[in-house]
């Protein structure tokens, strides 16, 4: 007993003050990639070094245009993009605040004059460069296998107020790992330890979606657990939010239009919030969590 | 002394067709199909070999048949011996190996699921990794089958094997459970509170990773292999490049291996200290289970400072690592570690004396070493159990031959047993980081990255927290990536669980679970 008083004592407060959230991440991380418009010129390498969909580029010869998308949504944080580029116009500086409430706001699009491009030595052509889906095409919710199964009225009603004023002080989250590889649960788990301490601002884990006003939701959503999520969903009273809560959620990630996955958490059930990462941060988890009450507003 | 291969050929003659090359530490042999239960028998009753793993391919591409790998172990030489076979498609069956090796019965239902090739004479042939919803005749392993595939459900019901008698009833868990972890579905039998059976239903993250490998490049093998278990990332990753750089005859420089072996035994310190904070948590035992929750968030941001992530992902590329540690850094790396053991050492010393916590993991999830030893156990449950196995020793990889450490080894099998196998295991990874931070040649940090070579395999493995994690990959005749196998921890240790908790209560299946700490995502792939 007193060896725990003593030893409780002696490590003091780990719990970081609440201003945490817009603290920037410690030196050394890598985060999210940045790109510096002045210096890239849109010669796509770095698309062709991209393992998922966040770098597309697409050619309209008709314009004479170059469109260069980075979608977060679809990026895994892997860094490959960076050695790739042979202007080093991508930087990873511990990004991390990038929380949405939709997918378009997790794009970034350059525009280049197609002739400009083509000047670069570095330069790859469209035919060369592996074919993936724009971003911004992404739709969001979209009715999956089971979709006679989830109560549509709920869908696009106006609940934003009663949302704020019900779950305002508090907010029971239930967690549901739809396939991922527990990169996410690891974080979200971490949530609650004594450095972060999600319980003092009255954010609970609860253990079952009948007790739950928000779903978290994790992984790219797998064939076998499609059913499950949306049997879950109906299970939470409404109204309820859902926060699609990593790279996979938000897209499907690296398993993306794999035989085995769903891709992405909206093609199963509404999400309200989107939470880039691989995994995300626990602040950036905190930050989507606030996002949906409204609590907090991205930078 | 006769090779193992000599001995092997003299008993059974014209049954070993011939020896293929072999890469590094592996010798290869093809043999007929009919022979493969005689030669495993021989090999483990005889030649005292240790089954791994077995991995099958589609190959009729190239040699008109589907084949099959059987991996096994022979420690006392440090060398891997690869059984080959060759199955028609116009007789898509081999003979089980599982009534007299039960450990293959997962291989044998994973090759029927995925590749279409049926065990002859398996105990248990029901579906295992795709669930009933997937239509018949479907196998994504084959070639012929779209990896972007969008496949329709059919109905299915899938049967549980069922205990029968008065006052006895069913428990469903799963797959959402109470906590925050990954899904799974656990069937008990119960008679009161007492579990007379256990059968888990998995593979409900099964993502096809293996398939999504197939003819990527070596860098996006990387980025999945990542992401296979979250909380094993770096494991799975260095298994994943060894296996490339074998592959690719890549020499990775010796800076970059130390630097490894840091991260790596950072990896199972985070890893560890999470499940004794669990095991804490789960006896209600709050104080051990913030302390140390608080440690493994102070690893966390180590991780993040050296390497750049918190779950040490994107640190180690093809043929070294991403980033240095410079001297400065070296030091303060140093003296963080101190400071951590220290921490860790008064929290620990506190819960061995903990009457709350003792009584419940004492005695509780015996495992017994025969039970363990007949399925293939590995890792710290096995260590627990009695079986002294552990890769860093019995297969030195890396750094690891130079350093010199300690495996500990338990007999009770219970609980108990486990915690304090990775309590051991945190010390010995204490002394690893800091004696391959002080051994650290300088040098670069990553070789010349070659082309693979073609039509070969190789075999990459690392000891993770959770135990022997072995990546497998072949390459076609263009050298491109045609087959990619991946035998995690978790898939050899998930059947324990079904032993470990009889004649258990309920309530102590959540401790028994969180001693063997099995990783959902890493099992189902």
Redesign the interface.
Known sequence: MF??LK??I??GK?TLPPAFVNAS??????GAPEIDFLKCTGCGKCVA?C?TSALTAEDREAEGKRLLHLSYGNC?????CAPACPHQAIS?KGKFDLAAKTKKELVRKLSFSLSGCRKDAAFVTSSALPVKKMAEEAPGFAQG?FADRIPMREIGSKLKEKIKRLFGRSLHIR????????????????L?????DAERFGIH?V???RHADMLLVT??V????EL?LVK?YAAAPSPKLVVACGSCAVSG???E?????VGGVDRVVPVDIYIPG??P?PEAIFQGIFLALDKFRAK | MKTALEILRERFGDAIRKDLKGLAKQSHILVTKNEIVEITIFLVQNLRMRFLFLSGSDTRKENGAFTLHYIFSYAQQDEFLVVETRIEEKDPSFLSLSPFLPQANWQEREIQDLLGLIPKGHPDPRRLVLHEDWPEGLFPLRKDFKFQAKIPRQKGEYAFERVEGEGIFEIPVGPVHAGIIEPGHFRFSAAGESILKLEIRHFYTHKGTEKSGEGRSPAHLLCLAERISGDNSLAHVVACAQALETLAQIDVPPRAQFLRVVFLELERLHNHMSDIAGISLDVGFSFGASQLMRVKETLLRLNEQVAGTRLLRSAVPLGGVRADISEARKQWLMEQIKKIKEDFEKTIQILWQVDSLMDRIETTGILKKEIAETLGAVGPAARASGIDRDLRRDHPYGAYKDLFFMIPVFSDGDVESRMKVKVQEIYQSFKLIYDALRAMPQGSLRGEIKPLIPSQSALGYVESPRGECFHWISTDGHGKISRWKVQSPSFANWPLIEYAVLENIVPDFPLINKSLNLSYSGNDR
């Not at chain 1, 991440?25 to 890598?30: F, Q, T």
């Not at chain 1, 609650?192 to 972060?196: E, K, L, R, T």
């Not at chain 1, 797998?222 to 657990?225: E, G, L």
């Not at chain 1, 239009?257 to 996955?261: D, F, L, Q, R, W």
């Open positions: 060896r725990i030893k409780n002696a490590v780990a991440a410690p030196e050394g991380s890598l070094a393992p895994i944080f892997c860094g490959l990873f296998d967690e549901v790992d739809a396939g991922s590889c527990n990169g996410c649960e690891v974080e979200i788990v971490n609650s330890n004594p450095v972060y884990f253990a079952s979606p992984g790219p797998t064939r076998q657990m499950a879950t990630g690296i398993f239009g794999n035989y085995a996955t691989c995994p941060r």
